[in-house]
């Protein structure tokens, strides 16, 4: 099945500067890549995504790329800012379900 | 339009005892999905529903779970005889279609703890 690898597990940045996220998947079958930023106490929240035909997306601060020969994937986040703090998943999707990474606790420092 | 709601927040239980967790899609949205994560983990997919009807249930320990989505009502999350390792957020997500097609939106989750 689909296996979903993602690192950096922690990451601190200084406020102002980019934090990258990266990611591989195992499963060719999969075309949709999902990011989620998941806050305290809270569920999952979807923050951008990118289908198999696409190489790259971005919204506003937020950029995604995909490699689908390599089976890599990241997040860009540009000009962070603390509310950008918390854990943010990738995941892949070879069928009806999400397989999700581990995740990335992403710790904006003043 | 309301997003996914789940109930109750937390849910404490005794060990052998039942859980069941609810959880109402958005509007519009017949799939229903649910994921396990234990802490600092991610999620775990458990199952995937439609109205009535069971689609894939490969990630759902076999014994003590089980799911539910009826054509009236929320989807039920069932853990008989709870044991301490069940202590995990459970979340419940929605789409419109299938994930392959459509993203999936997370309810806020529902934080049991076995005693």
């Known amino acids: 099945g689909e296996n979903v690898e993602q690192h950096p597990s922690t990451l601190s940045v200084q406020e102002g500067d980019s934090a990258v996220i990266k990611c591989t998947y195992s499963d060719s079958a999969s075309n949709y890549f999902p990011w989620y930023k998941q806050e305290l106490g809270k569920g999952p929240q979807l923050i951008i995504d990118i289908r198999s035909n696409v190489g790259e997306k971005k919204d506003q601060r937020i950029a995604v790329t995909l490699n689908k020969t390599a089976k890599h994937f990241s997040l860009h986040i540009t000009e962070t800012q603390p509310e950008d703090s918390a854990v943010y998943f990738c995941a892949a999707t070879p069928g009806d379900k999400i397989i999700f990474g581990k995740g990335t606790r992403l710790h904006i420092l003043p | ?115």
């Open chain 2, 1 to 115: 339009n309301a997003g996914v709601m789940q109930n109750p927040r937390h849910l404490v239980r005794r060990r052998g005892q039942e859980a069941r967790l609810r959880c109402s899609p958005m509007k519009g949205h017949s799939h229903v999905y649910w994921y396990r994560q234990l802490p600092e983990e991610g999620l775990k997919f458990m199952v995937y529903l439609q109205k009535e009807n069971i689609i894939d249930e490969s990630g759902m320990p076999k014994e003590r779970f089980s799911a539910e989505f009826p054509k009236e009502g929320p989807s039920i999350l069932r853990i008989q005889q709870v044991v301490r390792g069940d202590s995990a957020a459970y979340f419940c997500a929605s789409s419109p279609t299938t994930a392959a097609q459509e993203t999936q939106y997370f309810g806020p989750g529902t934080r049991l703890l076995v005693l």
